[in-house]
């Protein structure tokens, strides 16, 4: 890999943005289940990339970036919800969606290129 740790990638960071943002905005929530749901979801995205990029193959981490890409998918249904719910304003469920719908198709290119490593 052309990086020296996870913390240079791209990915990792905007990854932890989000989820810095997303504690942030449920952080007076009193739905802790949903609290708890969706700071989990988020964290899961960087974690799993930087668990991948520790790993000892490049299919190992293509594995985990897929599993990163899912939380994504998984935290943007959850940010619906929690607007619908009020827990999340329209600026920052707009910025939110926008982040992980960026960061979804940010993974995606990410796994083709890491992809052409693998055969």
């Known amino acids: 890999m052309n990086n020296a740790s996870f913390e240079d990638l791209d990915?990792?960071?905007?990854?932890?943005?989000?989820?810095?943002?997303i504690y942030k905005t449920v952080k007076t929530c009193k739905d802790f289940g949903f609290?708890?749901?969706?700071?989990?979801?988020a964290i899961s995205i960087p974690s799993n990339i930087s668990e991948g990029f520790e790993r000892q193959t490049?299919?190992?981490f293509i594995q985990f970036l897929y599993i990163a890409k899912g939380s994504c998918g998984e935290l943007r249904t959850?940010?619906?919800?929690?607007?619908?719910?009020?827990?999340?304003n329209k600026k920052d469920?707009?910025?939110?969606?926008?982040?992980?719908?960026?960061l979804s198709s940010m993974l995606s290119s990410?796994?083709?290129?890491?992809?052409k490593f693998t055969s």
């Open 58 to 60: 490049n299919k190992e």
């Open 110 to 115: 990410f796994i083709k290129a890491r992809k």
């Open 93 to 102: 469920y707009n910025a939110m969606l926008e982040k992980t719908k960026s």
């Open 78 to 88: 959850q940010i619906y919800l929690g607007h619908q719910l009020e827990y999340i």
């Open 35 to 41: 609290k708890d749901q969706v700071q989990r979801a």
């Open 11 to 21: 990915i990792w960071k905007e990854g932890m943005r989000l989820a810095l943002q």
